[in-house]
């Protein structure tokens, strides 16, 4: 095993921004959820499978860190606005979707209203650092 004690600068980020009044296992089955859909359409975010030493194969997982953020509802809305805007990769979770039980129900109830008026608890977003940065304005680090 190798190890560079310099710190890896990655030219692009993976972001989650929560909102901020969700309880504890909404945020972190948000969170499950949203970063699901970034490796299946942007193959190049995940690294190769991981092994133990004695050779039991483990999933592949992202090359880089999601960094989590929280905010509140405006704060989501903006993001989606300035992401959107921007073309970034992004996943959305809105209210509804906890009231489903299976993809189907979930694409159709974000399906049924307007960007402008999805009811956002969270979203993903990857691209150049500098582009997330600025979608992500006024969200803070999640605690």
Do not use: C
């Amino acid at each position: 095993m190798t190890s560079d004690s310099a710190p890896v600068r990655f030219d692009t980020k993976i972001a989650v921004l929560l909102r901020d009044d969700l309880h504890t296992w909404q945020r972190l089955n948000v969170t499950a959820f949203l970063v699901s859909g970034l490796g299946t359409v942007l193959p190049e975010t995940i690294g190769e499978p991981y092994a133990d030493a004695d050779g039991t194969p483990y999933l592949p997982l992202f090359r880089q860190p999601v960094l989590v953020f929280e905010g509140s509802k405006e704060v989501l809305r903006s993001a989606h606005t300035r992401a959107v805007g921007r073309a970034l990769p992004l996943g959305v979770f809105t209210s509804d979707m906890f009231s489903t039980g299976n993809d189907v129900d979930n694409r159709a109830a974000v399906r049924a209203v307007t960007g402008a008026d999805l009811d956002l608890v969270g979203l993903a977003v990857h691209g150049p650092r500098n582009a997330v940065d600025k979608a992500l304005k006024g969200a803070r680090m999640h605690p």
